[in-house]
């Protein structure tokens, strides 16, 4: 799935280019103000860089018709009053229409559904944009939105026991609540052609989409593959409460991580590549002549507008570091935390409610890690952490403490003693590193300083 960036265009700028802001050049700007480039504009002007607000692009409160994508004007102009009443009018004829409500036959569950719709339409035109302007910043809004809601509905169950939150999901789908067997994949560890062949499944395909919306996330090999072989790991060091992650060392290691995870990767970074090298034309829709051009335009609003490569660079600052290791924290309890929740709660691995989590962490990651690469690398132009990524790291927390409080009783076997000694040996390892790597060398250089300072005053 491509992806879209915002541009960032500012109230002070009508005719800013949507490539000024994200582009694959470097986000700072660059220091000589008196040089200009050749930007596209609107109708042809070119506009120069200098030209821009760029305090703080996206994180700023605009006006959602001063930020849009330029080339196609008609589907950017604001309808806030238009969605209102065509919004209320429906909402008026569903609630006052007793029939549809007979139809329905459960007044509460239509009532909510038109609590989270109607909610759902207040962040589509009242949040703040994102990085993303593709399919529509509408779209990206909304997906705020969904995210908000969920965030909303885990602190509640944040506040209900284990029975009672398995109680309430039955009210979502009657045929949850039921007990579900627990299930080994290391039965029979035999190296054959036989035991492959029956263990590739719908799920393995499900693994090189995950590893290929990752890529896409990440855009970092060095990255995805540290991560693939972390949550291995984790696996390892978690099977003792999960009878799922009891796996074959060649189902771990070949399927999963040389076969599946890589293949994924491959095609997420492969997909990367070409949007970084892809040209990007923003003529309007109006100027494109013949069908097959405006059809071609049509389907391009579908794909990003511009694409901006990461590069996380980890052993560069300990500023670096530490973000890439949080990140990979973060995305770790995020891998883990559906494993745990589909088995507290009793649901199948192939539930819609699962699914629909893993589509919707998807969604939300998106424009968070952009925004993410945008907080640590320019702090100059987002002063602050955007929304998407306070919003998903507080989503994925809940669902961690409601795990923690959930599991209590749930799972009485011990860590094994040789998992502890494990992640402390690689606890100790992620502190000594950044200790030798930038601790000492500052060190050193404060004590440098420190003494230049007391010859001088000696002097």
Not at 75 to 90: D, S
Not at 265 to 270: Q, S
Not at 408 to 431: D, N, S
Request: net charge neutral; proline share 6%; with cysteine.
């Amino acid at each position: 799935m491509s992806h879209p960036e915002d541009p960032g265009v500012s109230s002070s700028s009508p005719l800013t280019s949507p490539a000024d802001e994200y582009s694959d050049t470097p986000l700072s700007p660059p220091h000589d103000a008196q040089e200009s480039q050749n930007l596209p504009g609107l109708d042809g002007t070119p506009v120069r860089w200098f030209d821009a607000d760029r305090k703080e692009p996206y994180t700023q409160i605009t006006p959602f018709q001063e930020q849009h994508d330029t080339s196609v004007e008609f589907f950017y102009k604001p309808i806030t009053l238009t969605a209102l009443g065509v919004g209320f009018a429906i909402l008026a004829y569903v609630a006052m229409t007793q029939d549809v409500l007979r139809e329905g036959q459960e007044k509460k569950r239509v009532g909510a559904y038109a609590a989270i719709a109607s909610f759902l339409l207040f962040s589509m035109i009242q949040f703040r944009d994102g990085p993303f302007i593709r399919p529509h910043p509408a779209f990206w809004r909304a997906i705020l939105g969904i995210n908000l809601l969920y965030e909303l509905a885990l602190v509640f169950l944040l506040f209900q026991d284990l029975d009672s939150a398995r109680s309430m999901m039955k009210y979502l789908d009657p045929n949850l609540g039921k007990p579900l067997p627990e299930k080994s994949y290391a039965e029979n560890c035999d190296l054959t052609v036989e035991n492959l062949w029956n263990a590739i499944d719908i799920f393995c395909l499900a693994h090189a989409l995950g590893w290929f919306g990752k890529a896409l996330i990440l855009r970092d090999y060095w990255f995805c593959w540290i991560l693939s072989i972390a949550f291995e790991f984790a696996e390892y060091s978690l099977q003792h409460q999960l009878a799922n992650f009891a796996e074959c060392w060649w189902d771990h290691w070949i399927l999963d991580v040389l076969i599946c995870n890589w293949l994924g990767t491959y095609l997420g970074m492969k997909t990367c590549q070409f949007l970084e090298v892809k040209g990007y034309t923003w003529r309007g829709f109006r100027q494109t002549r013949g069908f097959r051009s405006k059809t071609k335009r049509v389907i391009s609003q579908f794909s990003p507008h511009d694409w901006t490569t990461f590069k996380w660079e980890g052993t560069a600052s300990f500023v670096h570091y530490v973000t890439v290791v949080l990140l990979l924290a973060v995305f770790l309890a995020a891998e883990l935390n559906p494993f745990y929740l589909k088995t507290l709660l009793w649901m199948e691995p192939d539930h819609p409610f699962v699914i629909a989590r893993l589509v919707g962490v998807f969604l939300c990651a998106l424009p968070a890690v952009r925004e993410l690469y945008q907080y640590v690398n320019d702090p100059r132009k987002a002063v602050r952490m955007g929304q998407h990524v306070w919003l998903l790291l507080a989503t994925i927390c809940t669902e961690l403490l409601a795990i923690t409080k959930w599991s209590q009783g749930q799972f009485p076997e011990p860590l094994p003693k040789r998992v502890r000694w494990a992640w402390t040996v690689g606890a100790i390892m992620l502190v000594l590193y950044p200790t030798v790597q930038f601790g000492l060398p500052a060190a050193r250089r404060y004590l440098r300083h420190h003494r230049r300072n007391e010859k001088a005053k000696s002097q």
